[in-house]
């Protein structure tokens, strides 16, 4: 993978090159004009000048899109990239000359247009036709008036001018707000989905990013990580087979589940190593039929939760099974209940991002589509359930809110003190001080992709939310009225809320992902004390472990924000390739990080295999 962002970094068009650089010398001039006198004029008036001062002066590029259509428009040059990410890969002219169309469908008769709903289309010639959305993976290179994006294959389209490239892009963002929010992109609406607190995520280059900027690396790292460059596997072992889940721990051992059982591994500095015991379900019986939702360690990692849907292919499950490792035995059957009432829970959470190493903790939270709350395993009447002779015990609802609109919460964590973020079906991103449950601090509006994974910053200044198609970077800090630096967690941000960082694959690597191309699970590196920062991000795409240096997107003059229009997107990252598609990617605990490799592995478990990899620096 080590060279596949190389192929796509530029693309030289010997056959017309100098043509372009004529026209676009002579599209400068008119531009320099149009600047020079049109601060007195009005946006229109403006525009149709710099129209007739192009056309009066027939520009060679005007002349050379003409040869074949004189009366083409919105004129395009389209690529296509074949190879892969051989070394034989690149770039070739698809259609010398062809042109562009944002097109609007709509539904016929009840049934949806051919494409996956009804919406803006983009049309290139007659071989592209593609709903307008982040499925695209869309890549900007303004320096070089080129766009990539993916639609069954990884095109590029080249524009003849700076003014056409510029066009293009805010009528693809336009009509991705509308496919997206179902209304068109006017400011209006754009304050009504995101609210004025939030207008830096509307118009990034107004955005305070004082926050930011403070967070820059220390260090001059502009050096990009590409590919899976300085890489070292130090283990890959067989995992039985049917590998659901991976349970990290933070002290001697960490734990595979799969359908026969708990396999338990032993913590290294350079890794997990296999001990070769496994805790099979029931004493040694076998639990085939059993789909894993979520895993959770408690009890100083002596217990592990096990919660699996209550009906196969829905996320909600109606209790947990509780295995106690040191006896190798499921203890408890636990049920889900509030008010006598059966209840499902879509996730479950611990208390805190340390709080598994506790060796009293009883507690830990849960969370349906509705629903935000803490539960405790610690039986109300002082007695340990024996569940041969008796039905599931109940959990103890200790604290928590039933919302009476929907929330369509989806997924959530905690940071070191307890507080929680939750993410949505919408988008959305809430936060919860540790004091309530009831009303978020801060809600940060979506970006029209659901969340589907959440993390936090042990300290709580960074979240985390994953979608289908890209990462979404935020930053919680902000200043009070008193000067004070806070987060969104402890009160409410106000007016200078800074714009977040989008963390995406580049075309070409969604593209080889594969069919399995959405982003699962995503994760900061794992930090369980005050004082310490998280060094990676890491996320899980089909057969790839994507890992991005947390510093360098963090950093406002990194190479990946030049030439940008709207939010910053970092496309600098290392890739971890495995031969099928990975269940979960995580990195240990920060305290087996060595002295000559300043992160800890990362562990990548498949269903068949289970891997320890240890990063060696940034790729500088």
Not at 412 to 423: E, L, R
Not at 445 to 456: A, C, E, H, R, W
Request: hydrophobic letters at 30%; one cysteine or more.
């Amino acid at each position: 993978m080590g060279s596949s962002q190389s192929h796509e970094d530029g693309i030289i068009d010997s056959d017309c090159e100098e043509e372009e650089e004529e026209a676009e010398e002579q599209y400068d001039d008119a531009l320099g004009d149009h600047q020079k006198s049109g601060s007195s004029s009005g946006t229109h008036k403006g525009l149709d000048e710099i129209d007739a001062k192009l056309k009066s002066l027939k520009l060679k590029y005007s002349s050379y899109q003409q040869q074949g259509n004189p009366n083409l428009k919105n004129p395009v040059k389209l690529l296509l990239h074949i190879g892969g990410d051989t070394p034989k890969a690149k770039w070739v002219i698809y259609e010398k000359l062809t042109s562009y169309n944002f097109v609007k469908t709509a539904k016929t008769n009840g049934n949806e247009d051919e494409l996956d709903s009804a919406g803006w289309v983009l049309e290139v010639g007659s071989k592209v036709r593609v709903r307008v959305s982040t499925e695209m993976q869309m890549k900007m290179f303004g320096d070089q008036r080129r766009v990539d994006f993916v639609n069954k294959a990884v095109w590029a389209l080249k524009f003849l001018s700076d003014y056409e490239y510029r066009n293009f892009v805010t009528l693809f963002q336009n009509c991705l707000f509308e496919n997206a929010y179902g209304m068109e992109a006017s400011e209006e609406n754009k304050v009504k989905v995101y609210g004025k607190e939030f207008i830096g995520w509307v118009k990034p280059e107004v955005a305070d990013d004082s926050m930011w900027e403070d967070a820059k690396d220390l260090s001059t790292d502009s050096a990009p990580l590409k590919g899976n460059r300085g890489s070292i596997e130090e283990f890959e072992e067989a995992a039985n087979g049917g590998v659901q889940s991976l349970a990290l721990g933070a002290l001697d051992n960490s734990f595979l589940v799969n359908d026969i059982g708990v396999h338990v591994y032993r913590n290294l500095n350079r890794g997990i190593n296999g001990k070769g015991i496994c805790v099979k379900y029931d004493g040694g019986g076998n639990a085939s039929n059993l789909t894993l939702k979520k895993t959770l360690l408690m009890r100083a990692e002596t217990n592990i939760m096990l919660m699996s849907p209550a009906n196969k292919g829905k996320p909600n499950a109606t209790g947990l099974k509780q295995v106690d490792i040191e006896t190798g035995k499921i203890v408890t059957e636990w049920k889900f209940e509030k008010d006598g009432s059966d209840i499902t829970m879509r996730d479950i959470t611990n208390d805190t991002k340390g709080s598994q190493l506790d060796p009293s903790e009883s507690t830990f939270l849960g969370l349906n589509d509705k629903i935000l709350c803490q539960w405790d395993i610690r039986d109300k009447k002082g007695m340990v359930q024996d569940i041969a002779t008796s039905g599931s015990p109940v959990l103890h609802w200790t604290q928590g809110h039933q919302f009476s609109r929907g929330t369509n919460f989806q997924c959530f964590a905690s940071t070191g003190d307890g507080s929680i973020v939750v993410g949505s079906l919408d988008g959305k991103i809430r936060l919860y001080s540790k004091d309530s449950m009831r009303q978020a601090k801060t809600a940060f509006p979506g970006l029209g992709s659901p969340i589907t994974q959440v993390d936090v910053t042990y300290d709580g200044k960074w979240v985390l939310g994953t979608t289908d198609t890209y990462l979404i970077l935020i930053c919680t800090l902000f200043t009070d009225k008193d000067g004070k630096t806070k987060t969104g967690f402890t009160g409410r941000m106000g007016n200078r809320i800074p714009a977040p960082r989008l963390l995406k694959l580049t075309p070409l690597d969604s593209h080889l992902a594969g069919n399995d191309n959405k982003f699962h699970g995503g994760h900061f590196s794992w930090v369980t004390e005050s004082g310490n920062q998280e060094r990676h991000v890491v996320a899980t795409v089909g057969k790839f472990s994507v890992v991005w240096d947390f510093q360098q997107v963090k950093n406002t003059s990194h190479g990946c924000y030049r030439n940008q229009q709207g939010l910053k997107s970092c496309y600098c990252y290392k890739i971890v390739l495995k031969d099928e598609s990975i269940v979960e990617s995580r990195f240990m605990h920060d305290k087996y990080a060595g002295s000559d490799l300043p992160e800890a592995p990362l562990i990548v478990a498949t269903p068949l295999k289970v891997s320890s990899i240890s990063l060696s620096g940034s790729g500088r």
